[in-house]
């Protein structure tokens, strides 16, 4: 059983940096970050780097906390790149520990999320933890600018417009699912390819999508690598912060007055605009 703390406890932020690019940092991420009494860091392995820091770094090295003056903790946690819960779970556990003693001596903790702290991310597995172990804690979300836009940005291919539907897929669940999303929707964002590359890649080609299918990496960063033609990429992995973005354009947005079904939008639009 959990012993009560005395003092109040500090406010945990799940703190979203951004899809790569240091300036695309919000200012409230960056009055978070810069305020906090620990940064707690994510990173892959005991000694690989993390790209949250990567972003964040530039920002607040050596900078001592507004107002205090106090030294500000960079708190590195483990957790490992692996689907198995007997491998997650105990990182998981360990990593809350280490923060929750932290909020029980009554500091508040800002978790740097790569992106958006909600948006398939290790931050949803923390919170969980900590409302489980924390109840009464003050936990506050802070948006980052996500890979599902900066990618498109970066492909400089709109995401979706007028009646378009999306659909976000992580591949390394599985190809199966893969080919009917791309059946049923205009636009999909396909993640975390590295290492079935080869199989999305061939589902494309068999579905005829891959002359509306753009590869991107690294999105915003000083290595951003975008890819038109897929054919291009070669062997069986890419780096892990990469995706395919899929986008028929099929159907018409509202200012062309044209749906793939033909007519009917007109009187839509007209409605729309007087409105
Ligand atoms: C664990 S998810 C993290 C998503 C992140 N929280 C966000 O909001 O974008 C990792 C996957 O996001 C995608 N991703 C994240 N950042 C990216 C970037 N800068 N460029 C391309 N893909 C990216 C990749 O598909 C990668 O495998």
Redesign the pocket.
Known sequence: MNAQPTTPLGTLYGV?VG??APDLLTLRALKVIQEADVLAIPRPSDFGTSVAWSIVKPHVDSQPIADTGAKQERLFLTFPMSKDPDILVPAWHHAFQEIQSRLRQGLSVAFL?????F???TFIYLQEKAREMEPLLNIEIIP?V???S??PAAAGIPLADGQERIAVIPATYGLEELRSTLRAFDAVLI????SCIRGVIKVLEEEGLLGCSTY??????KDQKVVHDLTQIKGDRCV????VFVHKKLRSGVLSGKTSHGKGLQAQVHQEVVQ
């Open positions: 979203g899809p790569g999320t790569q992106g958006d702290p948006v398939y991310s980052g996500t890979s599902l900066a990618v993640m975390k390819v590295s991107v990496e690294r999105a915003t960063s892990y912060f990469s995706m």
